[in-house]
C-alpha cells in the first residue's frame, strides 16, 4: 500500500509498504478514504515532537479518519465488507482503573493513530478493532466521518463544561476545534455565543455556524469587548481552544463569577502565569480536556440529524500524493485554512 511516512522535521515520503493484515479475530481492514489534517499532525511535521511524544522512527501521521470496511476478523459482527466507518484513533487497554470507569481517554497505555510509536492514517490500509469504527449511515459522507474526531473534543469539552440551555459562552479560537466547541455549545442549547479570532474569514465562519457574535482579537480587547456584550457579568463557560498564554489568562477575566473555563488548546507555552486570587475569589471551575471517551457515537448523531455542520469547515482537499502540501497549508495559509482534508 502507499502511505505517508515522516521521517524527520519536514522530511515527508510517499512510500510503498506492505498491506496490514487482520490478525485479531475482533479487528477489521478498512481501505482509507478521506482523513483531515489535525494541528498535531502539522505540528510533527514542523517539530519532530509534541511534549513527551518524539518521532524516534519513521511515522505515519492522521489521526481523523475514514474510510469502507473491506475485510473483517471471525469475531466481528457488528461490520460487513462495504461498510462506511469512522475510526476512533485511540484504542485503550481496555483493563485499567480508567478504562473500566469509562474514562478511556485518561488509559495510560492507550495507543492513538500518530502518536509516536504507533503509526496513523495517511495510508491507504489500515487494520482497527471493529469495536472501535463506527458505521456510517447514507446521508453522513467519509469526509464528515474523518471529521467526527474534531467534533468529538468539542462535544466532550461542551459536555464537561455542562454548557446549560440560555447559557452564554465565549469560545477564544475560532479554529477546527473552537468551531465544534461553538457547534457543540449551541447543540446543548447554549445562547449567546462569542467567537474570538484573528482571522476574519473564521470569524465569518463562526457566524455562520451559529455565533451571535464576533471579535477579531488583532483589532478589540477582547476581555472589554466581552465584558460589554454580556453587561459586566461575564461568560458562564470558556473555552480556551487556541492554546495561548494571554487566552489563558483572559479566559479568567471574561468568565462569569461561578463560570467555568474549558482548557482544550495545547500550545507551546505549558506554564502560564494566572490570577489565582480571581479563580479563588470568582470561584472559577477550571476543566482540562483530553480527546473524548465515548462520544462518538453522539457526535455522528448530531452530523446524521444536520445539528453540526461540519462540511463547512473543510477549506481545501489533497490527494495522498500532496500530503505534504496539505500539510503546510494551515502554517503558510492561516488565513483562509480552518480543515485541510485529504483524499486517499
Ligand atoms: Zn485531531
Ligand atoms: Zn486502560
Sequence with gaps: MKAAVLHGIRDLRIEELPDPKIEREDDVLVRIKAVGVCGSDVHFYTHGRI???VVEKPLILGHESAGVVEEVGKGVKNLKPGDKVALEPGIPCRKCEFCKSGRYNLCPDVRFFAAPPVDGTFAEYVVHPADFCYKLPDNVSLEEGA?????SVGLHGAILGGVKPGDEVAILGSGPIGLMALQ????????????????PFRLDLAQRLGACETINAGEMDTVEAIMELTNGRGVDVVFETAGAGITSQQAVE?????????HIGLGSQEAVPTNIVKIIFKELKLQGVHRYANIYPRALELISSGDVDVRSMITSRYPLDRVEEALREPIERPDSTVKVMVEI
Design 51 to 53: 511534549g513527551d511524544f
Design 147 to 151: 471529521m467526527l474526531e474534531p467534533l
Design 184 to 199: 457543540s455549545a449551541r447543540s446543548m442549547g447554549a445562547g449567546k455565543v462569542i467567537c474570538v479570532d484573528l482571522y
Design 254 to 262: 471574561i468568565a462569569r463569577r461561578g463560570g467555568t473555563i474549558v
